[in-house]
């Protein structure tokens, strides 16, 4: 308890402090959904059908390498019996091999998809980030909030003209 009341203290006069200078002049706040603007965007939707196009063929490269190794299972249940010694053995270690190849590849895979994805999320962010300094700048506010704002009424709320700009930009550059 006894830490918290430094803090709270502290709070209090930067309070007491800011609200003396924004006595004298009209403080201007503007709220930004960032997850509703991100996800909303055309770049975003744009960057997620990219993506998958692009890493769709190897996907369906590691699928077809995984009906492979389990056509070779089955064949070593049903034949099992009747093939021989070596023949079984040569056919375990090449499924164990198969296996130990996909499990690598999927997670090279994964790696590669989430690299990529962490790329363009920053591509985007940055081109929010962007339009919000320019919307601040042109409507004179003094302060935009984004994460953890409970409540922003529509006055201050300025997610829509985030998400226009957004939707002007993508255009432009589709032209």
Do not use: C, W
């Not at 769709?56 to 021989?84: C, H, P, T, Y």
């Not at 999927?106 to 989430?114: A, I, K, M, P, V």
């Amino acid at each position: 308890m006894k830490k918290i009341y430094p803090s709270f203290a502290l709070l209090a006069l930067l309070l007491l402090a800011f609200s003396n200078v924004v006595s004298a002049q009209e403080l201007k706040i503007g709220v930004v959904n960032a997850i509703k603007v991100f996800e909303q965007s055309p770049q975003y939707a744009e960057a997620r059908k990219n993506l998958e196009a692009e890493f769709s063929r190897k996907e369906s490269d590691l699928i077809a390498q995984q009906k492979q190794v389990k056509k070779l299972e089955e064949k070593l249940s049903r034949d099992g019996a009747v093939m021989s010694e070596s023949e079984v053995k040569h056919l375990e270690r090449d499924i164990v091999s198969r296996h130990r190849k996909l499990k690598n590849a999927r997670e090279e895979y994964r790696e590669d998809f989430n690299l990529r994805r962490n790329e363009l999320q920053s591509l985007i962010s940055r081109q929010v980030a962007e339009i919000v300094r320019q919307v601040g700048k042109e409507e004179g506010i003094d302060i935009i909030l984004t994460d953890g704002v409970i409540f922003a009424s529509k006055r201050v709320n300025i997610s829509g003209k985030i998400l226009e700009r957004l939707k002007e930009k993508f255009e432009a550059s589709k032209k």
